[in-house]
């Protein structure tokens, strides 16, 4: 990484965030946390700080980098240039990542990419994962208090980052439901349909490529509105947990389970510059932009006028997982698999370490977070 | 993609007060058996948009549909064949969607529209 400040009180540093200050600065960075980071940083300030020195800049994409320079001075034309081409990268990164890892991925776990749900303080052997990835999706339903009558249980169902379709067809299933999916890659949607028609859910399962950020429904069409482990991806919370309002029926129920940060608190403006480099270096792996904290869904989710909102830290539930995987990528079948996909796996692949210490370190929460949108 | 799917989405394009229902452009059309369930079909009627499901099923090639509808054909069998075919049973396996103020298409390969927006939409 390439990077230098001139300004009147900027700092820079590699790795974590920027300071952006009064005066010129002139930033070139070649690096890819750097680019993420500092973009995204840009998107953090306009949104949560009342400083106004937000800089005007020209951002030029090329390939996976984002080079730009930001004169300081006011406006929002600084971000936009540089939201968008930053987006369009994070957005090729994510569905590459996962057109690239999906195989692998449901070769050894099966259909369902998300973590499993266990006992806290449980040893797991691998052959229980796959029931204890159903029970995530059964124990997120019964927090959210779905009911299972007929005359009350969903009927129109989306699924938020649907993978391969694990929890569509499921969730299709249960209820007897139609359920539509969407994924920013090609690759997964054409699995999850694939995989639909071979389990004779062809007529009950749709998915779509589509951007969470701008979901292609029109509104109010779901009693269920369903993110699981998705919600990480997104780099705009707020127009992420918009959209989620948007096509929720009156009525319906949006469930959110997703990684967050631990909570701030009160006295805290950020976290530690400890914890963010740890942040920083599992986004890069993940194709993650940054974290924002279980409270600051709550918060959003307020601010839309959602009703019973309820959240819940599941961490203790979780953290067998990695463990697990990690066992599962050291065996025969795991190590070939990894060697036979790309690079953006194997990176995925060698940051699972990280999330443990994440979660060792309490800075790393698995969250679930529910509401029910109001009838009128 | 089948015409259900169809009459949910709607371009949100920047810029586009009515981006619904969105035109069709057809390569490909496949007609998928799908079992009857009349319980289903009574249930959507209420939320379905008909027009933009009679249009679409029009471009599709099946011209069944009556013009207007109301609650009360529901209770003829024939009309609920028709309704289920159209709404069910026609899939767009190839082609396009098409946002009616831009014009802008998104494809649809394999059955699987792609409703990406590109940057400048957004």
């Known amino acids: ?376 | 993609m089948r015409l259900l799917t169809h009459n949910m989405l709607s371009s949100n394009i920047k810029g586009v007060t009515n981006g619904f229902p969105l035109l069709i452009e057809v390569e490909k059309v496949v007609e998928k058996q799908v079992d009857f369930n009349e319980d289903f079909l009574r249930n959507m009627f209420a939320k379905i948009e008909w027009k933009a499901l009679v249009e679409a099923s029009r471009t599709m090639g099946y011209t069944e549909l009556p013009e207007n509808s109301e609650s009360s054909m529901l209770n003829s069998d024939e009309f609920l064949r028709k309704f289920h075919h159209a709404l069910l049973e026609l899939h767009l396996e190839e082609g396009a969607l098409v946002c009616p103020e831009t014009g802008r298409k998104f494809p649809v390969n394999k059955g699987i529209p792609n409703m990406l927006l590109h940057e400048d939409e957004v």
């Open chain 1, 1 to 376: 990484m390439v990077g230098s400040c001139i300004g009147v009180s900027s700092t820079c540093s590699f790795g974590t965030t920027l300071q952006w200050g009064p005066g010129l600065h002139t930033f070139i960075s070649r690096g890819h946390i750097i680019d993420r980071n500092a973009s995204v940083q840009v998107l953090n300030r306009t949104d949560n700080n009342s400083r106004k020195d937000i800089g005007i800049g020209i951002g030029i994409g090329i390939g996976k980098r984002v080079y730009f320079t930001a004169v300081s001075g006011g406006g929002r034309k600084m971000q936009t240039v540089v939201n968008a081409a930053a987006v369009e990268t994070l957005q090729k990164g994510i569905a590459e990542f996962y057109d690239e890892s999906s195989g692998i991925w449901e070769n050894i776990w099966g259909d369902h990419m998300h973590h499993g749900f266990y006992e806290p303080d449980s040893s797991v052997s691998l052959s229980d994962h796959r029931s204890a990835q159903i029970r995530m999706i059964e124990e997120a339903l019964r927090f959210a208090s779905i009911s299972d009558d007929p005359m009350q249980k969903p009927r129109q169902i989306v699924d938020v980052g649907c993978g391969i379709g694990g929890s569509s067809r499921y969730l299709a299933r249960k209820y007897e439901a139609r359920c539509q999916g969407i994924t920013l890659s090609p690759v997964q949607a054409q699995r999850a349909q694939a995989l639909a028609a071979s389990q004779g859910l062809d007529d009950k399962v749709s998915f779509q490529v589509a951007d969470a950020l701008n979901q292609p429904f029109e509104d109010g069409q779901f009693n269920l509105v369903w993110s699981m482990e998705s919600g990480e991806h997104m780099p705009d919370k707020t127009k992420f947990v918009n959209e989620l309002a948007r096509v929720a029926a009156p009525g319906g129920t949006i469930i959110i389970v997703t990684w967050c940060h631990r909570d701030l608190s009160p006295s805290e403006e950020s976290l530690s510059p400890e914890e963010k480099e740890l942040l920083n270096k599992i986004c890069d792996a993940f194709f993650l932009p940054a974290w924002c904290s279980t409270a600051d869904y709550v918060k959003l989710l307020e601010s839309l006028s959602l009703q019973d909102i309820k959240a819940a830290d599941w961490s203790e539930n979780v953290a067998p997982f990695w463990p697990a995987v990690i066992k599962s990528a050291l065996t025969w079948k795991g190590i070939t698999s990894l060697l036979r996909s790309g690079w953006k796996t194997i990176k995925g692949a060698l940051a699972m370490p990280l999330m443990i210490e994440g979660y060792n370190k309490g800075l790393i929460k698995f969250a679930i977070i529910t509401c029910r949108k109001p009838v009128s």
